[in-house]
DNA sequence: ATGGTAGGCTCCCTA
């Protein structure tokens, strides 16, 4: 059987929630990762999920930030944070499914390259190599998915001369993805779609969605053993047009069986 | 004209 896995910044679950709900029914994807929930864990709504048939693995915080992986089958080896639990902030989880390793971030925006938090978000990107780095060895079957909050190159930019080098696109965000594609992994929708330009993300402002100026920051890194399975990745533009939208599409992986 | 909107432990901060 093939197996659909799917990451979505909902930009708060508790606003998002109906149509987490309606998504996983027409979709049914095996797996479902999430960002910036801006749940506490004990507000997830497990309960929901489960008679929506899926297991819910999180890990919240207040206000901000936030990562789940939702499930039908129970996950494995999960972990939550660093290794070390140094950082504070609640944007990194993996959980195992089988022989597939799932790994589920939400990338530090960096907010602008002057901004004190760019050298967090790169710091953020080196400890994540590190990390990847370590589950790969263990787990060679290996997806890497979430808001990364960086447009790999210029097809993944509405207007790339208008961003220029500023944040989401800077040279060493860029080279930070590469270093991770370096460890083995291989963007699937661009694998798929060498030319094609769609986007994952449409600012809520200046009518952003309506003139269809987005960028694509929302990824799905697989290893090459799982690359070969791939199917087809789907960027879901339609959840962005609902009403009250998260500002982030949904995007899928469909793989199929090992050969 | 450096704008605009959305979300949250909301009167500022993050995106």
Request: proline residues 7%; hydrophobic residues 45%; charged residues 20%.
């Amino acid at each position: 059987m093939p197996v659909k896995v799917a990451t979505w910044n909902v930009n708060s679950l508790n606003v998002r929630f109906p149509q987490v709900l309606e998504w996983l029914a027409g979709e049914r994807p095996d797996i479902l990762c999430l960002q910036e929930t801006k749940l506490v864990d004990a507000r997830f709504p497990v309960a929901e999920l489960a008679a929506a048939g899926y297991q819910s693995f999180y890990h919240g915080q207040p206000t901000y930030n936030g990562v789940a992986i939702l499930s039908r089958r129970a996950p494995e080896a999960v972990c939550c944070g660093w290794p070390d639990g140094t950082d504070g902030q609640a944007r990194l989880c993996a959980a195992s499914f089988g022989a597939v390793r799932v790994v589920n971030v939400y990338v530090p925006n960096g907010q602008s390259v002057d901004s004190d938090k760019y050298p967090y978000k790169l710091q953020w990107l080196a400890r994540l190599r590190a990390f990847v780095a370590e589950e790969l060895r263990r787990w060679p079957q290996l997806l890497l998915v979430g808001d990364f909050n960086i447009a790999p190159d210029a097809r993944d930019v509405y207007d790339p001369v208008a961003w220029g080098e500023g944040i989401l696109c800077s040279p060493a965000e860029r080279a930070a993805l590469g270093h991770l594609l370096d460890l083995g992994l291989h963007d699937a929708y661009r694998s798929l779609h060498p030319e094609t330009r769609e986007w994952s993300w449409w600012d809520y402002r200046a009518a952003a969605f309506r003139r269809n100026q987005g960028l694509r920051i929302d990824l799905i890194l697989a290893s090459t053993p799982l690359l070969a399975r791939a199917q087809a990745v789907v960027i879901d533009g339609g959840a962005r047009a609902a009403a009250r939208p998260s500002d982030h599409a949904p995007v899928s992986i469909t793989l199929g069986d090992e050969v």
